[in-house]
């Protein structure tokens, strides 16, 4: 049997870690108020210089709230034609704004210019994951979920190696964004949150969603657990619908999903995403990272260049024009390729104390994460 005392120590030491690292303010009003002050998010740096210079690269242990966002300029890095044209998988796990890129870059030819031939098929994560292992799947872009995760203790050496959107305005519930929304009937008194225990909340890979980590802490900041909630496993589009048709008291929502209840007075942001993390990304199978290397780099040549071109600072007129009107509805998306130290550490805590993952002993970083492509690309770039 699992232990949820364990269990509950290691989400607690992971939310400690997180919060001293994002430097979340507090104003004390009265004697047991505290609310929180959301400083400004995450922003692209003013100008980042010819090609992929001194601003395409940043420190993964940078967690600041403010921090720049590593970019080169448009049309950078430059792309690089294998001596051979080359085909890559894809499995999309849902069609939400960390998509973007993929699917811009395959709209605009910037896989082409790579000599690259793109196929991207619709998986559920379980389903992507095991034919990865079965070596038809080359990438999977989604959410750090507990599919990947177990693929990894296992041994399938598949790794974390882009990153995806990031909040803009991390832990301001009063813009409309991706994150934790509510029935306001759920949470009559905000500063009593004892009648969200019992709840059920919808998500993407129910009690293995990476969501699990923003939603955790969320509820720990209002001495409750993810234990407290009944969580429902739904694609992001049904979690939405269900929310509205009152099946559900709660559901993580990304975008464009968050937009079908912005704006509306019976719905409430309870959270965002982590304050100057993603939660999502592109995961290589091992071929991609050795054997195949240079068909991974020409991957993630393509993908840094079309953030950089057309998706630098929120949809360009490009972007919009290329991608689906539903994909492009929700709020101005801010992409990071990088990858924050020990994300996925806190992730997996947060799964280990729901029982979403076959392992207590949350697997380091090392083990996770694959930074060596986007850093060999920039520095070439």
């Known amino acids: 049997m699992r232990s949820t005392t364990r269990r509950n120590i290691l989400w607690v030491l992971a939310l400690v870690v997180a919060l001293a690292a994002v430097g979340v303010a507090y104003v004390r009003q009265g004697p047991d108020a505290e609310v929180v002050v959301p400083p400004e998010g995450p922003r692209v740096p003013d100008d980042p210089g010819p090609g992929c210079g001194a601003a395409a690269a940043t420190d993964p242990a940078d967690l600041r709230i403010g921090r720049a966002v ?146 955790g802490l969320v509820l720990d900041q209002n001495e409750l657990t993810l234990n407290a909630l009944d969580i429902v496993p739904a694609s992001s589009a ?73 998706l630098a600072d929120g949809w360009s007129d490009e972007a919009v024009d290329a991608l689906d009107e539903d994909l492009t509805g929700g709020s101005a998306p801010l992409y990071d390729w990088e990858i924050r130290a020990d994300t996925t550490t806190r992730i997996q805590a947060a799964l280990v104390v729901v029982g979403g993952v076959a392992h207590e002993r949350p697997l380091p970083d090392s083990a996770v994460v694959d930074r060596s492509l986007y850093q060999d690309v920039v520095a070439g770039g």
Not at 89 to 99: K, P
Not at 133 to 155: H, M, N, Q
């Open 70 to 215: 590593a970019r080169c300029e448009a049309g950078a890095p430059e792309a690089v034609p294998l001596p051979q044209p080359a085909g890559v998988r894809v499995a999309l796990t849902e069609s939400t704004a960390a998509a973007a890129p993929l699917l811009l870059a395959q709209a605009t030819d910037e896989f082409e210019a790579e000599n690259l031939t793109i196929e991207v098929v619709q998986m559920d994560q379980p389903e992507a994951y095991a034919a990865m292992a079965r070596g038809e799947i080359d990438a999977v872009v989604g959410t750090v979920d507990a599919p990947f995760l177990d693929a990894v203790r296992e041994g399938g050496g598949a790794r974390l190696v882009l990153g995806g959107p990031l909040s803009r305005a991390p832990n301001d519930t009063e813009v409309a964004q991706a994150g934790l929304w509510a029935d306001t009937s759920v949470l009559p008194d905000p500063a009593h949150w004892r009648s969200v225990e019992g709840q059920r909340m919808a998500v993407s890979g129910g009690i293995g969603s990476g969501a699990l980590y923003p939603v």
């Open 238 to 310: 049904e979690a939405a619908r269900r929310l509205k048709d009152a099946e559900v008291s709660l559901a993580w929502l990304p975008e464009p999903e968050a937009a079908e209840v912005a704006g509306d007075d019976a719905f409430m942001l309870l959270g965002t995403l982590p304050a100057s993390e993603a939660i999502e990304g592109t995961v290589f199978a091992p071929r991609l990272l050795a054997a195949d290397r240079a068909t991974g780099l020409a991957y993630v040549r393509a993908v840094l260049r079309t953030v950089n071109t057309y």
